[in-house]
């Protein structure tokens, strides 16, 4: 390296040097420490003033919660929910000591050595708010309930600020046990249960004083997340998790030396109770609101945002045909059971809808026999089979799609199908051979004779020839739940579950020309912070009118000259469809006028502890329990009374789709006289070759495999050795070859 190259090297070193010279006289440590001690101090300063400025304030609007007011949709008081607030203060010795540890477990372990603080979660949770991630992030006991007492639930950071300050200056202020009195007191449990007091009763029926270790550490567990912890509602996934959250709570409990190990090991879960109606919701009232409350909740009101009450919810049930509903099950059917001495009537659950076809609105409702007695909402449970009065969506998807029968023929009210009992279906992948009311054969029946007289068979080809995907299209289009519903032919007997509330909704498509209707019982909902968006009652075309009027057409005669006689009457215009399930375990009338849309049901409950459906044969001493008998009585005696004694509306009909009827064949109701009919049904039919359940098992084949080119206009073979149970659609003493032996 040369002399001028030296100097270079040597120049740029000194220019290096005189850079890190500067930047190290810049940041030295003395003026690092500094500024950090300065920032400290700044903080530290700015608290200081926020401390001084923030008092621990009054107690917030929420520790004091208001009630919900329901009204009938004329503006009258129907009920007033936490009028009283389902809170009971208790003092905390009351609390036994082990459950009083189960929540600091859960909680807060360190509750009893902190000073009302976790700097370390409260940093997280401002962290986490400014990024926008919510609620993430611990807080003391003392935190949650200075929030809970003091302040709002509001995700801010001013909030999360006054929160630890306020904190605190409590945990200063006030006792540790004063302050998990308070706590125990305002936290918020699930089940519209405010306080451990209430709390208890909700899940346990008890008073706090009575919880043991087990049920307080549950408890304890479902602060985290009370709807998605409350064992009857929980998922799997929630149940797994809330397992998990009480081991970890009494786990607890044994590091922190509140719980023995031995007498840990030995405890068991507590499922909770089931839950029950609250206070001041007797009769129908408790399902009323239920149904108002679980509508808004579809409708993005949260539980919590309920719970906390302020709103004014007027219902769309009319007062008059509320009362009028009551009175006629009261009058048609409780005042002839005897439940306390029959082992049968006490089994027998009521529940009906009754909705406007015109708007939606449901204007009475029967949940059973109150809400305080028999929680389960019979109106709007979906574990029953609707039975026959599913075949008219069968008719419905049939016209809708223009299908034809086995031989071309177009199918109408005038089709002409085999009426043979237990005659095995014909071009199906599925053998289904079902049996008729009775066994009873019909010569060539037509389709309006065969709904009049609801004869499986007839329907079971129906079914077959529209194709069960067609069918089940139609009917979720018309309003029927995607519950057990699978695509094979047995769904002509309506073996998938439905509640009162959606056939109410189903069949006021049919009474409002095809137009979707759906059954919505809030008409407003109303808060001082928000508004809730009702329902739409009525939206697009579901099917054609000419197909919705075809069935009501038919429907009509099913009312005047068939199933549905006991609704007949000339004080109004009406159509209908009868309907029993497998074993008599339900039994429906489901029918309309130009006004007025009702679904009545039966359903067989055991009152053995867990429940299950049972037979309502022998109800009241009248033997089978079908939907021509109670359930249409019960329609006839509440559309008359709702209707103020009768209507001259009428219905108007329009494009009846009569369909084809071969020249060869003549039409005839009359039996066939190649089969006995049987006097009464046979309670244990034999295994049928697709058995309608409420969960419908895989068909096997019946005794001769349909050959595909045999028209659906003649028997294929012999008729098939399995049976399926009918659905005894016919009003007492007027089936065919009953001879009267049924409901005298």
């Known amino acids: 390296m040369g002399r001028a190259d030296a100097r270079r090297a040597q120049g740029r070193g000194a220019r290096r040097a005189a850079r890190s010279g500067g930047i190290r006289r810049l940041f030295t440590w003395r003026k690092i420490l500094g ?10 300063g700015a608290f200081a003033a926020l401390y001084v400025y923030v008092d621990v304030p009054e107690a917030n609007a929420q520790a004091q919660k208001q009630s919900n007011v329901y009204k009938y949709s004329d503006g009258t008081l129907l009920a007033r929910s936490n009028s009283e607030v389902n809170r009971e203060i208790v003092d905390l010795d009351v609390v036994p000591k082990p459950v009083q540890h189960a929540f600091v477990a859960a ?13 370390k979660g409260t940093t997280r949770g401002l962290l986490n708010t400014l990024s926008g991630k919510g609620k993430q992030g611990g807080s003391t006991i003392t935190q949650q309930y200075v929030k809970n007492y003091y302040l709002t639930q509001d995700q801010t950071v001013s909030r999360k600020l006054k929160e630890l300050v306020i904190s605190l200056k409590v945990d200063q202020r006030m006792k540790k046990d004063d302050i998990l009195a308070g706590y125990l007191n305002t936290v918020y449990y699930g089940r519209g249960a405010s306080g451990i007091q209430a709390a208890a009763q909700a899940y346990y029926g008890v008073d706090a004083k009575d919880l043991d270790t087990a049920q307080g550490a549950y408890l304890a567990a479902l602060l985290q997340a009370p709807s998605q912890y409350d064992w009857a509602n929980a998922t799997p996934g929630g149940k797994k998790l809330v397992k998990e959250r009480w081991a970890y709570t009494l786990n607890n409990m044994v590091d922190e030396g509140w719980l023995d190990k031995a007498e840990r090991d030995k405890l068991t879960f507590p499922v909770p109770d089931a839950p029950k109606a609250a206070p001041g919701m007797e ?9 108002a409350n679980n509508e808004m909740k579809r409708q993005g009101v949260t539980e919590e945002e ?3 009450g302020g709103w004014t919810v007027t219902l769309n049930i009319d007062k008059k045909r509320q009362k009028q509903l009551e009175k006629s099950v009261a009058d048609q059917l409780e005042n002839q059971l005897d439940r306390k001495n029959s082992k049968v009537d006490a089994t027998v659950q009521a529940g009906a809808t009754s909705v406007d076809p015109k708007t939606g609105k449901v204007v009475a409702l029967y949940g059973g026999v109150g809400a305080t007695e028999h929680y389960i909402s019979n109106a709007t449970r979906q574990d029953y089979q609707p039975a026959s009065t599913f075949k008219p969506l069968v008719l419905a998807s049939a016209l809708e799609n223009e299908s034809v029968t086995q031989d071309g023929n177009l199918i109408g009210l005038n089709t002409v199908y085999d009426g043979t009992s237990k005659r095995p279906v014909v071009g199906s992948d599925t053998p289904f051979a079902p049996q008729n009311e009775d066994d009873i054969s019909y010569d060539s029946p037509t389709v309006q004779t065969a709904m009049d007289k609801s004869i499986n068979s007839v329907f079971a080809q129906m079914v077959v020839d529209v194709t069960p995907s067609a069918v089940k299209k139609t009917a979720l289009d018309m309003g029927v739940p995607d519950k057990n519903f699978p ?11 439905a509640s009162t509330w959606d056939m109410a909704g189903v069949y006021a498509t049919l009474a409002n020309h095809g137009k979707k209707v759906t059954p919505t019982i809030v008409k407003s909902a109303e808060h001082r912070d928000r508004t809730m968006e009702p329902v739409d009652g009525v939206g697009g075309q579901a099917i054609s009118r000419a197909s919705a009027d075809t069935v009501t057409k038919a429907l009509t005669e099913v009312v005047d000259i068939g199933s549905g006689r006991e609704a007949n009457t000339s004080a109004y215009d009406a159509a209908g469809k009868t309907g029993t399930s497998e074993d008599n375990k339900a039994a429906w009338f489901t029918a309309y006028t130009p006004e007025l849309t009702t679904a009545v049901a039966l359903f067989g409950e055991s009152t053995a502890e867990g429940g299950g459906q049972v037979s309502l044969t022998g109800t009241a001493n009248s033997g089978r329990a079908n939907g021509g008998g109670f359930p249409a009585k019960i329609w006839a005696d509440y559309t008359l009374g709702a209707l103020g004694g009768g209507s001259d509306a009428t219905f108007d009909l329009q494009g009846i789709e009569e369909g084809e009827t071969p020249v060869t064949e003549t039409p005839s109701a009359t039996p066939s006289e190649t089969e006995e009919p049987s006097e009464t049904p046979s309670e244990e039919p034999e295994t049928p070759s697709e058995t309608p359940s409420e969960t419908p098992s895989e068909e096997s084949p019946p005794a001769e495999t349909p050959s595909e080119t045999t028209p659906s206009g003649s028997p294929s073979g012999s008729p098939s050795t399995t049976k399926d149970p009918d659905d005894g659609d016919w009003p007492p003493g007027e089936r065919p070859g009953s001879e009267g032996v049924l409901g005298q």
């Open 35 to 44: 500024t950090f001690f300065g920032l400290c101090l700044l903080v530290m």
């Open 107 to 119: 909680e807060n372990k360190s509750f009893y050595r902190d000073q009302g603080v976790d700097l």
């Open 283 to 291: 009769g129908q009232t408790g399902y009323l609101v239920e149904a």
């Open 306 to 308: 309920l719970d906390a």
């Open 487 to 497: 695509e094979r032919p047995a769904i002509t007997l309506g073996t998938m579950n």
